[in-house]
């Protein structure tokens, strides 16, 4: 599979240590530095070969190394929390993708829609800027992740399915954040952590259908290359 936005590769070594090869890529240099220490920590063993990484923007999949290319295309390209946001179009990824992926090859994208109901819920408490900033539409929120500043735009997943094109049929949705809170509360879990494991069970229950599975704090969207 090929990773986008790996981060600091947390998802990638899950991955390997469960059997997958893992191409990750990232295009900050400390995250691909970390990747590095992650794969030198790998037992040595079968697992070891299966994680490579590479510095590169997912603007720029042309270029990933030919040797980390499957002749017959990934099965898998995954891209994990709203690492995606951080472009304003999705289409300079998504032309990419047909010449990456095998024919019924699968995209899992984690993004970030625009409504959640847990930051329009800080309206009631006079938190007005962060109940509204996924709906500036025409306006990017400048967030904060580990140690980095990055402009975040909202996609809907009718807006992530018209990037990727009629080639693509869309599988699933599963809204993540929903009923429970997102981390910017983050003391809810430690303050009512039975209410916050009931509210995690309702995001698995109800979170994968309409309407609930177009929004919240993620949405993660599985569609396959139909190639049609
Ligand atoms: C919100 S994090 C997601 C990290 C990781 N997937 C996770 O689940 O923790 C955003 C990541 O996107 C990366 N990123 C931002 N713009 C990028 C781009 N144009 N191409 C590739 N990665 C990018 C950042 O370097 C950062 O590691």
């Given at each position: 599979?090929?990773?986008?936005?790996?981060g600091?590769?947390?998802?990638?070594?899950?991955?390997?240590q469960?059997g997958?090869?893992?191409?990750?890529?990232?295009?900050?240099?400390?995250?691909?530095?970390?990747?590095?220490?992650?794969?030198?920590?790998?037992p040595?063993?079968?697992?070891?070969?299966?994680?490579?990484?590479?510095?590169?923007?997912?603007?720029?999949?042309?270029?990933?190394?030919?040797?980390?290319?499957?002749?017959?295309?990934?099965?898998?390209?995954?891209?994990?929390?709203?690492?995606?946001?951080?472009?304003?179009?999705?289409?300079?990824?998504?032309?990419?993708?047909?010449?990456?992926?095998?024919?019924?090859?699968?995209?899992?994208?984690?993004i970030?829609?625009?409504?959640?109901?847990?930051?329009?819920?800080?309206?009631?408490?006079?938190?007005?800027?962060?109940?509204?900033?996924?709906?500036?539409?025409?306006?990017?929120?400048?967030?904060?992740?580990?140690?980095?500043?990055?402009?975040?735009?909202?996609?809907?997943?009718?807006?992530?399915?018209?990037?990727?094109?009629?080639?693509?049929?869309?599988?699933?949705?599963?809204?993540?954040?929903?009923?429970?809170?997102?981390?910017?509360?983050?003391?809810?879990?430690?303050?009512?952590?039975?209410?916050?494991?009931?509210?995690?069970?309702?995001?698995?229950n109800?979170?994968?259908?309409w309407?609930?599975?177009?929004?919240g704090?993620?949405?993660?969207?599985?569609?396959?290359?139909?190639?049609?």
């Amino acid at each position: 599979m090929l990773e986008l936005n790996a981060g600091t590769g947390d998802d990638a070594v899950f991955f390997v240590q469960h059997g997958r090869h893992v191409h990750a890529t990232d295009l900050a240099e400390g995250m691909i530095s970390v990747i590095a220490h992650k794969q030198n920590q790998l037992p040595a063993d079968a697992h070891l070969g299966n994680l490579s990484f590479q510095q590169l923007s997912f603007t720029q999949l042309d270029q990933i190394h030919p040797a980390q290319r499957p002749a017959q295309g990934y099965d898998l390209v995954f891209s994990n929390f709203g690492g995606l946001n951080c472009h304003p179009d999705l289409s300079a990824i998504t032309r990419h993708l047909p010449a990456l992926l095998r024919r019924d090859g699968y995209v899992v994208w984690v993004i970030m829609p625009p409504i959640c109901p847990w930051e329009l819920a800080q309206a009631a408490r006079g938190q007005f800027k962060t109940a509204f900033r996924r709906l500036h539409a025409s306006r990017s929120t400048l967030a904060h992740v580990e140690g980095a500043y990055f402009h975040t735009h909202y996609f809907s997943p009718k807006q992530v399915m018209q990037a990727l094109g009629p080639q693509f049929s869309l599988r699933q949705l599963q809204s993540i954040g929903l009923f429970s809170p997102p981390s910017f509360l983050e003391a809810f879990p430690r303050r009512l952590p039975r209410l916050f494991h009931w509210l995690c069970r309702q995001d698995e229950n109800v979170g994968r259908s309409w309407p609930f599975n177009r929004m919240g704090d993620y949405v993660m969207l599985t569609a396959q290359y139909t190639h049609v």
